[in-house]
Nanobody, 124 residues
């Protein structure tokens, strides 16, 4: 069982930055591939970024590539999402998720555990 808690969301102006953190419970965190997803009002949950359990492989949605960076610290059971050059269309609830898959996945259904989400609002 893995419990995930996100933090770091907030209100920021367009062009600004935020750093989201996801703290995981349990001693097996390093075995999980981690992902970030987001959901805007009236829209489906969409993939943002993922990082392999080993940290040596990452994958990004085209909409955030070059602006967002996912990283992890297995010693601290934490995964991060650094978000730069934020745009109003990045406004959403951001969720952290964990999967037992050994490769990165963009499919929400393949993730086993989810956090409660943190709100990110980007004003124009």
């Amino acid at each position: 069982q893995v419990q995930l808690v996100e933090s770091g969301g907030g209100l920021v102006q367009a062009g600004g930055s935020l750093r989201l953190s996801c703290s995981a419970s349990g001693r097996t965190f390093r075995r999980y591939t981690m992902g970030w997803f987001r959901q805007a009002p009236g829209k489906e949950r969409e993939f943002v970024a993922a990082i392999k359990w080993s940290g040596d492989s990452t994958y990004y949605a085209d909409s955030v590539k070059g602006r967002f960076t996912i990283s992890r610290n297995n010693a601290e059971n934490t995964v991060y999402l650094q978000m730069n050059s934020l745009k109003p269309e990045d406004t959403a609830v951001y969720y952290c998720a964990a999967t037992r898959l050994m490769v990165v996945s963009t499919t929400p259904q393949e993730y086993d555990y989810w956090g409660q989400g943190t709100q990110v609002t980007v004003s124009s």
